[in-house]
Each structure stands twice: as C-alpha cells, then as structure tokens.
C-alpha cells in the first residue's frame, strides 16, 4: 500500500499567486481530511469529505480557500490569492472510520 | 470547539529512560488515538483506543482510555534515540468518522 500521496512536498510562491496542493488517498478509504499545521496553532482541521461529498467545511479559513474531490482518488486544495500568512504545512490524510492515515504534507511558503 | 490539552510540552531525557505522557479534556471523548510525527514527516498512527479503560500496547508502547472518557496517556518504555519527536494524542468526540481534535503535541529530546 503506497499510503496516503501528496504533491507538491515543497512550494513556495509570491503572495497574490494561486496555489494548489493535491492528494491521494488510500484505495478504499471513504472519507478524506485536509489538515494545516503552524507553530502556533498547531494541527487544524480544515474540510473532510466522505464518498467525495464535502461533509464540514467550517475550519476552511475564508474565501480564498476551496477544496474539491472530483473523484474516490484525488482531491485538491486550491488557495486563491495566496497570502503570506497561509504559510504552513498542509496535510491529507484519509480513513475507513476513526484511524487516519496522513500524507507527508505539503510545505507551503508565501514570500 | 473542543480542546485536549496534552503535557508536558516537552521531555528531556536520557536513552533508556520510561515515558510518560497524557492527554486531558473537559469533554467526553469515544475515541483516543496516539500519533507521532518526526521532522518534515506527517503523524504517524501508534495505538488506537476504543473503550473507556482500555489498555492497549505496541512494542515499548503502552496506551490507555481513562475511565472517565476524559484523559489518556502514553507510555514509552526504555527509550532509544528513534523515539525523538512530536507526540500527538488525537479524540473523535462524536460517533463517527470526523476531524479529529488535536493536542498541541509532547516534544521528546533524549539526551545522549
């Protein structure tokens, strides 16, 4: 099992830049999860979905933020425009039920 | 929302020292789980637990559900150098599958 993929690792951008993060899920997991991680907040969750429908959207910062699952294996995460405060490490994970599996994340840097 | 708070904030240690961790809040949790995470890496999953006074181990690891559904803890047995890093303990508060709640993580140095 190749486990939970995300792409970009690394990312850095000018503030105003659109940026996207995508992620795999693993086969057969039914609910996905995006997740920011800083210093100070700590882990934070932002969308999760279940059966490719968006369940909970409240932890998606504001506007520039949108998250799509157009199918069972890939989701993204798209901010637009990026602000150098959304600099942080976002992750993917995905389940069954309770026990989730993260991605290795994706560093995003807004210079 | 709810929150976990989880201490200490971090652990100085020698190599084969025994750990001890916990996780605490003011509200129920139905579901405990132990992550930990090691630098530029997402959290891995250690133990999950399901039921109040659960007690479960992995290895040198040992995890419980406190009876009050309220706390938890970890413990590392013997430690060795790979056991440095962020320690994560993680609640679902609700029935099913939902974002999880985060503590703010245990930082485990283990001094030479």
């Known amino acids: 099992?190749?486990?939970?993929?995300?792409?970009?690792?690394?990312?850095?951008?000018?503030?105003?830049?659109?940026?996207t993060l995508r992620?795999?899920?693993?086969?057969?997991?039914?609910?996905?999860?995006?997740?920011r991680q800083t210093m100070m907040r700590g882990l934070e969750l932002l969308i999760y979905f279940n059966n490719n429908v968006p369940?909970?959207?409240?932890?998606?910062?504001?506007?520039?933020?949108?998250?799509?699952?157009?199918?069972?294996?890939?989701?993204?995460?798209?901010?637009?425009?990026?602000e150098p405060r959304d600099s942080a490490v976002y992750f993917c994970a995905s389940s069954l039920v309770h026990e989730q599996f993260f991605g290795p994340g994706t560093r995003l840097t807004v210079l | 929302g709810q929150q976990l708070n989880q201490s200490p904030q971090s652990m100085f240690i020698q190599e084969g020292e025994d750990v001890s961790m916990n996780c605490t809040s003011s509200s129920i949790?139905?579901?405990?789980?132990?992550?930990?995470?090691?630098?530029?890496?997402?959290?891995?999953?250690?133990?999950?637990?399901?039921?109040?006074g659960e007690l479960t181990s992995?290895?040198?690891?040992?995890?419980?559900?406190?009876?009050?559904?309220?706390?938890?803890?970890?413990?590392?047995?013997?430690?060795?150098?790979?056991?440095?890093?962020?320690?994560?303990?993680?609640?679902?508060?609700?029935?099913?599958?939902?974002?999880?709640t985060f503590g703010k993580g245990t930082h485990l140095i283990i001094q030479p």
């Open chain 1, 23 to 35: 992620c795999k899920p693993i086969s057969g997991h039914d609910y996905l999860f995006w997740y």
């Open chain 1, 55 to 82: 369940i909970d959207d409240s932890g998606m910062p504001e506007d520039r933020f949108s998250a799509k699952m157009p199918n069972a294996s890939f989701s993204t995460l798209k901010i637009q425009p990026s």
């Open chain 1, 1 to 19: 099992d190749a486990g939970v993929i995300q792409s970009p690792r690394h990312e850095v951008t000018e503030m105003g830049q659109e940026v």
């Open chain 2, 58 to 100: 992995n290895g040198r690891l040992t995890a419980q559900f406190g009876i009050t559904r309220k706390d938890s803890f970890l413990n590392i047995s013997a430690s060795i150098p790979s056991d440095v890093g962020i320690y994560f303990c993680a609640g679902y508060s609700g029935g099913g599958a939902d974002g999880l």
């Open chain 2, 29 to 52: 949790f139905n579901t405990w789980l132990w992550y930990k995470q090691d630098p530029g890496e997402g959290p891995v999953l250690l133990i999950a637990l399901y039921k109040a």
